[in-house]
Nanobody, 126 residues
């Protein structure tokens, strides 16, 4: 029923930009938070950014602050992650995930999320 579909990944050179999209469907209301997570082979999954259901709260992993921006278009049921000044260490599969709870309103803890997309690969390399 609930479906999250990521798109926008690809190959980019260091310093370049990409915008990821997470299209959501099947929710019974618009009140769900979205988080972006990433995982590289052999590494632990880490939370990158999250946005609350109304967009009032946004959090970022320290290493992406000032470079990444999360936003949502409620009418389109889509959340975006604009990634600028990309670095090789940003290379990973990026997943979006949804939280359908009252609290927390926004979290970078992956095990708190209720639904997950299948990911989109971002490769930053020269």
């Amino acid at each position: 029923q609930v479906q999250l579909v990521e798109s926008g990944g690809g190959l980019v050179q260091p310093g370049g930009s990409l915008r990821l999209s997470c299209a959501a469907s099947g929710f019974t209301s618009d009140y769900y938070a979205i988080g972006w997570f990433r995982q590289a082979p052999g590494k632990e999954r880490e939370g990158v950014s999250c946005i609350s259901s109304r967009g009032g709260r946004r959090y970022y992993l320290d290493s992406v602050k000032g470079r990444f921006t999360i936003s949502r278009d409620t009418a389109k049921n889509t959340v975006y992650l604009q990634m600028n000044s990309l670095k090789p260490e940003d290379t990973a599969i990026y997943y979006c995930a949804a939280l359908e709870r009252n609290y927390p309103s926004c979290t970078l803890r992956g095990d708190a999320m209720d639904y997950w997309g299948k990911g989109t690969l971002v490769t930053v390399s020269s």
